[in-house]
């Protein structure tokens, strides 16, 4: 059964500062990665293949650069981060496809969506911001400095 709208009792994905990690060209691809997951969040049913389709090149292009960064870089524990994304896009793509072909429902593309909204800000937290310093050192040559809004300082 598929339903009309999105969950009811769900809040979409904001980008907010708190998802910053100090190194731009990340904080940019992760700022349309939370959008783009947002925007499946309180899609209608007829509006979700293209969207997943979307968020699916997003996916590709932001895991690629990713992965590419850190092997060019010598980044140590880069293997479990690619492998992360690997399985992270496989899920991607397989929903994708049997949606496109109309062999799951909507409602399956909106529980995968609510993994990836999920899933996001632990693997930001944990791998991403590792990448984000190891790669402020290289380039800039100092750890990067992360300025949130709304952190107060006692
Ligand atoms: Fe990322
Ligand atoms: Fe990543």
């Known amino acids: 059964m598929t339903t009309e709208q999105p969950h009811p009792d769900q809040q979409p994905m904001h980008w907010n500062d708190m998802y910053l990690l100090g190194y731009t060209p990340i904080d940019e ?14 899609a209608a049913d007829a ?9 699916t090149r997003h996916c590709e292009e932001h895991f690629g650069m990713e992965n590419r960064w850190m092997v060019e870089n010598d980044f140590p ?18 929903v994708g496809e049997l949606f496109a072909k109309g ?20 693997h930001a937290d944990q791998l991403d911001s590792a990448l984000a310093h190891w790669m402020a050192k290289k380039r800039l040559g100092g750890k990067p400095v992360v300025l949130r809004r709304g952190l107060q300082l006692r």
């Open 103 to 122: 062999e799951l429902g909507a409602d399956v593309v909106r529980d995968l969506v609510e993994h990836l909204a999920d899933w996001f800000p632990k």
């Open 29 to 42: 691809v992760h700022e349309e990665f939370v959008g783009l997951v947002g925007r499946m969040q309180q």
């Open 77 to 94: 524990p880069r293997d479990c981060h690619i492998d992360e994304h690997a399985a992270v896009l496989a899920s991607v793509h397989e």
């Open 47 to 55: 509006d979700l293949a293209g969207l997943l389709a979307e968020f």
